[in-house]
């Protein structure tokens, strides 16, 4: 069992840079807006998860600031394509080793398929008030996207994937995430954004913003 | 009034709105004065710090939802301009992939003027489109043995003067109204003073676009400015006397008639030829 990989960076803009498997031009517009970021600092990143129906599978995806490329705000994205199958049927605690930063652009073995990885436990990763907050906002009764707020967004990444890993097959394609520094208030492509700033109008509300940041108490109150 | 622009990647979109608030701010926009920012201005904030350290701003990710939204006064009148930011790289591959960007098209569709950007230093024959762009090639490959291949025609290889064409036969298709357009040759401070008139450079170095325009000038009324954001090339260094202005004093505009003015030149002339 193999995953396909593709690699995204800024050449001649952003766009595919390598790949184990072609994109036609209408999955590369799809793909793209989950695999671009802006970042304000050079030690942040963040980490993607959506389905992507032109493709009939699921992104997992890791971003990170390129400083070393000639345009301002350059970045490099590491995406691993989950098939249907592999998205209902597999154990995914192990994917996230699988994403890597090129380092000194050397670009090689971004070509080729990857084989799956043996399962990590992933479960105890987390903050014990972060993972609770993440489980909440996943598994919130409405389809209203929610966010987390969190010191560090990247401490989130484990414990986003094990509760992708924890639904049941048929209901992961349904949730998608995205750690980032500001979280997007209004029209959002993801469930569940997992930030340490609100920004956006309306940004006020609270109501789907669960602060784990807080003590339980408070937290309580501002969930939904 | 609402605002789209139309560019590829690394035209100067950001830089000129970046600039432009800047100026609104710095009470340095000519004949507009700032009423009241509407929305977040934390990504020009940003991009006015990265001016005055004299660097780039930086590029507008996809994702990004970043947009101009301010109520200014020209006279008495109070005007509401709105002008979403969007990535370049959303029109490159709408132009490659000849399918529309949903966004963008709504946004056209509810345009009262545009702004399309072209970069003046990059429009020769056999530039490239971006500034920035750079080989990448996966390791072992080997660039030189490749250049000898003949290469399938895509339309990535259209020349910028027929790529803007393009853009402009399906702008039309998607207003259906007249929409004033102003031409921004950004970087304008690197062809330097002898370049003339920017509209008279337009004609020159484009013609295919020139003879279009003039074509639809009833649809696409138009006109041709130059503009330096930054005010220098930040790369080579800014010329002496530019080093210690403030970004907003450093960014102008050469209008249609070749005399230099402040950057809010382009929204003037949209706001009096909008419908």
């Known amino acids: ?224 | 009034m609402r605002i789209v622009l139309l560019g590829e990647q690394a035209t100067g979109k950001s830089s000129l709105l970046v600039a432009l608030y800047g100026a609104l701010v710095n009470h340095r926009a000519g004949g507009l004065r700032l009423v009241r920012t509407v929305d977040e201005v934390e990504f020009l904030s940003r991009g006015l710090q990265a001016f005055g350290r004299r660097e780039s701003v930086q590029r507008t990710d996809l994702d990004s939802d970043a947009r101009l939204v301010v109520d200014v006064a020209r006279g008495d009148e109070i005007v509401s301009v709105e002008v979403p930011d969007r990535s370049g790289e959303l029109l490159k591959h709408m132009l490659d992939s000849r399918v529309w960007e949903p966004d963008l098209h709504r946004q056209i569709g509810v345009a009262a003027g545009a702004m399309l950007f072209l970069r003046a230093d990059l429009a020769i024959p056999g530039a490239g489109a971006d500034a920035f762009a750079e080989p990448l090639a996966p390791a072992g490959e080997e660039p030189a043995a490749a250049a000898d291949e003949a290469v399938a025609w895509t339309p990535a290889l259209m020349p910028a003067d027929a790529r803007t064409v393009d853009l402009l036969q399906a702008v039309l298709d998607a207003h259906a109204d007249r929409l004033p357009l102003a031409i921004i040759l950004s970087a304008w401070d690197r062809v330097g003073p002898t370049a003339g008139a920017p509209a008279a450079w337009l004609a020159q170095q484009m013609p295919l676009l020139e003879q279009f325009l003039g074509a639809h000038a009833g649809r696409l009324p138009h006109a041709v400015f130059g503009v330096s954001a930054q005010g220098g090339d930040f790369a080579v260094g800014l010329a002496d006397g530019l080093v210690e202005e403030d970004p907003w004093d450093r960014a102008f505009a050469v209008r249609p008639d070749e005399a230099r003015g402040p950057l809010s030149e382009p929204v003037l002339w949209l706001l009096d030829n909008a419908a």
């Open chain 1, 1 to 224: 069992m193999a995953v396909d990989q593709l690699l995204f960076g800024y050449r001649d803009g952003h766009e595919l840079i390598a790949g184990s498997r072609p994109l036609s031009a209408v999955q590369q517009r799809e793909l793209l807006p989950h695999i671009d970021a802006s970042f304000e600092a050079a030690d942040e990143r963040q980490l993607v998860g959506a389905a992507i129906p032109s493709l009939d599978g699921y992104l997992l995806a890791r971003i990170w600031p390129a400083p070393e490329r000639p345009r301002p705000g350059a970045v490099w994205a590491h995406a691993l394509l989950l098939s249907a199958e592999q998205l209902r049927f597999r154990r995914l605690g192990g994917l996230l080793e699988l994403l890597r930063r090129p380092v000194d652009e050397r670009l090689d073995g971004y070509g080729d398929t990857l084989p799956w990885p043996r399962d990590a436990d992933l479960a105890a990763a987390a903050p014990p008030p972060l993972a609770e907050a993440l489980t909440r906002a996943a598994h919130a009764g409405d389809p209203r996207p929610r966010v987390v707020l969190w010191h560090a967004a990247s401490e989130a990444e484990p414990a986003l994937l094990a509760l992708l890993d924890a639904f049941p097959g048929p209901a992961r394609s349904a949730f998608s995430f995205r750690t980032r520094e500001r979280a997007r208030f209004g029209a959002t492509a993801y469930r569940l954004q997992v930030a340490s700033v609100l920004s956006g109008q309306g940004a006020g509300a609270s109501d789907v913003v669960i602060d784990a940041r807080q003590p339980p108490s408070a937290s309580s109150r501002l969930a939904s």
